[in-house]
C-alpha cells in the first residue's frame, strides 16, 4: 500500500483537514503520478456536505487533477516516469458495454467509478480525490498534458473544460450559431472561451452586471443581464444554443423562452432541488431541453490536446489547501475569477 497525504471531510458536518490514508499499489494496467495541482470544483463542496447523496466518509475530495507521473505498470505503454498526466471525474468504467466501447465511459451503463465519494471496481476500498499528494489511476484513465501550458491552470480543464466543451462538440455548436451561457463561474467562463473558439456568436447571460467587463475579456459578443426586463424582452427568442451552467436554483422557464425555434438548452449545472418545468415552455417553439455530463476520455483528451493548440486554460487563483474552506465560502458567494486550484505543494 502508498501512504498517502490528504485533506479529508469526517462527515458531513466537519471542515476538510489533513488525514493520512493508504492507497493501493501500482498494478500492472497502472499510473502513479504525484499531484502539483488539483482544481476546486463545486461539485466537492455538494458532495462533502451531503447535498447530493449519501456520502462515503471520511471523503478526500478533487477531480481537477495534475502531476508527474513517478511509477508504471509493467503494462501500462501510453505513459512513462516524468510525464505530465492528468485524472478528471472518473477513474474506471466496466470498459465492455455498449457506450464504453464508444468513448462514452462517463454514460458507463454498469456506472462509472468516481474519482472520489465511490467504490474501487472490486468493491475493495472507496476512491479517494485530489486533494492528496499522489494518485494511483487505470492507464485508461489517465490524460496526457501539455508542457507548454501553464499546469495549475489546466487543471480545471478536466472537469469544468470537458464538461463545457463536449456538450458544445455533440451539438456542433459553432459559425452561423448564436449561443448564450448562462452564469459566469467556472463552467461558464470555459463555455465562453470555447463557443468563442468554436465561432459561435457568444453572449453571457447573468445575474450580475458587474460581470460584463469580465464576459467581453473572455471574448464574449453580448451581456445580458437576467434581472432587467428590458434586456429579457429583447433577448426573447433570439439563440440557438443556451448552455446553462448555474447550480443554484433558477427559472427554466424564463430562460427557454429565450431560445427561437428548435433551439436547444443544455444543462450541465446541477442545482440542489429539481426544476418545475411547464410543458408550453418546450411546445411553443418546438424546443429542447437537454442534460450533459463531462465528456469520455477520447474526448477529454481531444479537449486537452485542443487547449493545447489554441492556447486556452481556465482562469484561475491559486490558493494553500489549508484556506480550502474560506475558499469554499468565497466560490458560494460567486467570489472567485474564475476557479480555485490547489497548489499541492502547500500539504
Not at 168 to 186: D, E, I, M, P
Not at 273 to 281: D, L, Q, V, W
Not at 291 to 306: A, C, Y
Request: aromatic content about 8%; some cysteine; glycine content about 10%.
Amino acid at each position: 500500500m502508498i501512504e498517502t497525504k490528504g485533506y479529508a471531510a469526517q462527515n458531513e458536518h466537519t471542515d476538510l483537514a489533513p488525514w493520512d490514508f493508504q492507497r493501493r499499489d501500482v498494478g500492472p494496467h497502472d499510473v502513479q503520478f504525484d499531484i502539483l495541482f488539483c482544481g476546486v470544483c463545486h461539485s466537492d463542496l455538494h458532495q462533502i456536505r451531503n447535498e447530493w447523496f449519501p456520502g462515503i466518509f471520511p471523503m478526500v475530495p478533487g477531480h481537477e487533477i495534475v502531476g508527474r507521473v513517478v511509477k508504471v505498470g509493467d503494462a501500462v505503454t501510453k505513459f512513462k516516469v516524468g510525464d505530465l498526466a492528468g485524472t478528471g471525474c472518473m477513474v474506471d468504467s466496466c470498459q465492455h458495454c455498449e457506450n464504453c466501447k464508444k468513448g462514452l465511459e462517463q454514460y458507463c451503463l454498469e456506472g462509472n467509478t468516481q474519482t472520489y465519494n465511490g467504490m474501487e471496481r472490486d468493491g475493495s476500498r472507496p476512491t479517494y480525490g485530489g486533494y492528496s499528494n499522489t494518485i494511483v489511476v487505470r492507464e485508461e484513465f489517465v490524460l496526457h498534458v501539455s508542457e507548454k501550458l501553464n499546469l495549475a491552470a489546466v487543471a480545471p480543464l478536466l472537469c469544468a473544460g470537458i464538461t463545457t466543451y463536449s456538450p458544445l462538440r455533440h451539438w456542433n455548436v459553432g459559425k452561423g450559431h448564436k449561443l448564450a451561457v448562462l452564469g459566469l463561474g467556472g463552467l461558464g467562463h470555459m463555455a465562453v472561451k470555447f463557443g468563442v473558439a468554436f465561432g459561435a456568436e457568444v453572449t453571457v447571460l447573468s445575474t450580475s452586471p458587474n460581470k460584463k467587463a469580465d464576459a467581453e475579456k473572455l471574448g464574449a459578443h453580448h451581456f445580458v443581464v437576467t434581472t432587467d426586463p428590458e434586456q429579457l424582452k429583447a433577448a426573447t427568442g433570439t439563440f440557438h444554443f443556451i448552455l446553462d451552467t448555474v447550480s443554484a436554483e433558477h427559472d427554466f422557464n424564463l430562460y427557454l423562452s429565450l431560445l427561437r425555434t428548435d433551439g436547444v438548452m443544455i444543462c450541465v449545472g446541477v442545482p440542489p432541488k429539481p426544476a418545475e418545468i411547464a410543458a408550453f415552455s418546450l411546445l411553443g417553439g418546438r424546443k429542447s431541453l437537454a442534460g450533459s455530463g463531462i465528456g469520455g476520455i477520447p474526448e477529454t483528451q481531444e479537449m486537452l490536446d485542443f487547449c493545447a493548440e489554441h492556447n486556452i486554460v481556465s482562469d484561475i487563483e491559486i490558493i494553500d489547501i489549508k484556506d480550502i474552506t474560506a475558499s469554499y465560502e468565497r466560490m458560494v458567494k460567486g467570489d472567485v475569477r474564475y476557479r480555485f486550484v490547489i497548489d499541492m505543494a502547500t500539504l
